[in-house]
Every structure is written in structure tokens, then in C-alpha cells.
């Protein structure tokens, strides 16, 4: 099986690549551009894929707010191009989504029969390359992630959280981090090797939450990366409000499937993930 995986550079995409292994074919910026249908067409048809994983994403969520075309334009219109693309050529299509595609006021983890209602930019992108996915490919995978870390870093953001804290604990600094926000923290490894098991086990296309188990808020997860490290810190919690964030945040936005276990597939839970992770980089 050849899995071709847009976006290979990225956190995720690092990680597909690694667990694909030979299978992979990886697919950075300058070998396909989601947002021109012919280079994705072009993209497939000189590597004949049998799946194609797209991670390509726009993912500064204040950012979106002032450049809502180019987050459309990665996240939805690059969406569809994929999708058709795909389509013509026979391929089934993955498009990783995220949290951010539901509103956070459920109060418990959204499960994957929830009705999505993004609150902000970068989540109605999201959603719409769902919707342009599942209409323009008859073979389709909706992967569904959140808060994701992982040894390549984010290609969008330079870093990611957890590195960003043990920075600020290294360098003394006061750190802030909200406590209102719930989440659902996943290791991009532990994404990506669910993500093969449901592609390598035929689960049937739909969608599907790809998430570690359980759930926290921000300075939950904080206090946990500096609880394992023996860290000492001086660290605050504050509000959504004192995030003075430019974009709104769902306030609950864990996930959680129905539907995985019922294919005998389980996440492990996010502090042993974490711990692994810590151990990888040699934190531990």
C-alpha cells in the first residue's frame, strides 16, 4: 500500500512518515500546492497513491481571523482540490480535522455523532474542508485530533506547548496559562499510529475522533509536563478573558470515540503519552 501524506514536513505528517515507514510518500509544500487543483491532480498522478493523508493546514487560530481567505484557503478549497483529486483518481482521502470544528459548550467530550459549531475562523475552515471532503470523495476519512505535540514541532507555529513551557521554566520566567480551556492533549505519534491502524484495518470511511484518552485543562497539562520534569516553577493560572486572545476558543472541546473501541482500538491516556514524549526528547 502507497500512503501519500500531504504535509509530511509538519508535527503530524513527521510522524505519519515515520510509522508508514516505506509505505510513504512524503509530500511537502513545494512538491504539491493544495490550494491549485492541477498540482494536486499532478501531485497523484505521478505518484499513484492508495491513500492520500492530507495534514495540510492553516493553523494560526488568531491569525485566521485577520486572514480568513488564506485559512479557507488552505483548510477548505485545498481541502476540496484534494478531495477531487483524490477522486478521480480512485484514492481514498483522509483530511485531519480538529476540535476546534465544535463550539465547547457541551460540558463532556464531544463524540463523533456531535453536531459541529465552530466559534471562530480557523474552526469554520476546518469544518468546511470536512464537508468538502466527505461530498467530493465517495472514499473518505474525517480524523479528527486536538492539542497536538510532537518531536517535529509545529511547522505553522515553530514550536509547541510543551517545549514552549519547559522554555519559559528554564529561563525562570513567570509563566501564565489558562485554566478554563479543556482539553483533549495527543502525542502526534500515538495520532499517527491510530491513524494507520484504522486505514490498514478497513474501518469503514467516516469520521473518527483520534485523540489520547481523557482529558485536562492548559495549566492542568502544565503543571504535569513541570510535575514529571521536577520542575519547580512559579506558575498561574488565569482566565479565558486575560488570554486577551483575538480569536474565540471553545471552552470544552475534548474528544472522545464511540466508535474506535467498537474495533477493538483504544488510546492510551495523555500523562503516559506525555512521559513518552518527555522520555523521546530527552527530558527524561
Request: net charge neutral; with cysteine; charged share 25%.
Amino acid at each position: 500500500m502507497k500512503i501519500a501524506i500531504i504535509g509530511a514536513t509538519g508535527q503530524l505528517g513527521s510522524d505519519l512518515v515515520n510509522t508508514f515507514g516505506e509505505e510513504a510518500i512524503p509530500l511537502g509544500h513545494d512538491d504539491v500546492e493544495v490550494k491549485d487543483f492541477s498540482s494536486c491532480i499532478r501531485a497523484l498522478k505521478n505518484n499513484n497513491p492508495d491513500v492520500v493523508i492530507n495534514c495540510a493546514a492553516y493553523v494560526k487560530v488568531d491569525d485566521a481571523e485577520d486572514f480568513a481567505d488564506e485559512a479557507f484557503g488552505v483548510n477548505a478549497i485545498g481541502a476540496k482540490n484534494v478531495a477531487q483529486a483524490c477522486e478521480k483518481t480512485n484514492t481514498t482521502i483522509v483530511y485531519i480535522s480538529t476540535d476546534y470544528v465544535f463550539d465547547g459548550t457541551k460540558g463532556a467530550p464531544y463524540l463523533e455523532s456531535d453536531i459541529p459549531n465552530p466559534i471562530n475562523v480557523y474552526g469554520l475552515s476546518k469544518y468546511a474542508g470536512e464537508i468538502f471532503t466527505k461530498t467530493y470523495s465517495s472514499r473518505s476519512y474525517i480524523m479528527r485530533t486536538a492539542s497536538l505535540y510532537g518531536v517535529k514541532g509545529a511547522r505553522g507555529k515553530g514550536s509547541n506547548f510543551v517545549e514552549t513551557m519547559i522554555q519559559k521554566a528554564k529561563h525562570k520566567e513567570k509563566i501564565k496559562v489558562v485554566n478554563e480551556i479543556v482539553m483533549s492533549p495527543t502525542y502526534t505519534k500515538d495520532a499517527a499510529e491510530a491513524i494507520k491502524k484504522i486505514i490498514k484495518g478497513n474501518f469503514p470511511h467516516g469520521v473518527y475522533h483520534v485523540t489520547n484518552k481523557d482529558h485536562c485543562s492548559w495549566h492542568e497539562f502544565a503543571k504535569a509536563i513541570f510535575d514529571i520534569l521536577r520542575l519547580d516553577v512559579d506558575m498561574e493560572p488565569i482566565t479565558m478573558k486575560e488570554m486577551n486572545s483575538k480569536a474565540k476558543r471553545p471552552k470544552f472541546s475534548a474528544l472522545e470515540s464511540e466508535k474506535l473501541p467498537d474495533y477493538g482500538l483504544k488510546m492510551r491516556g495523555w500523562k503516559k503519552a506525555l512521559e513518552d514524549y518527555l522520555r523521546e526528547k530527552g527530558h527524561l
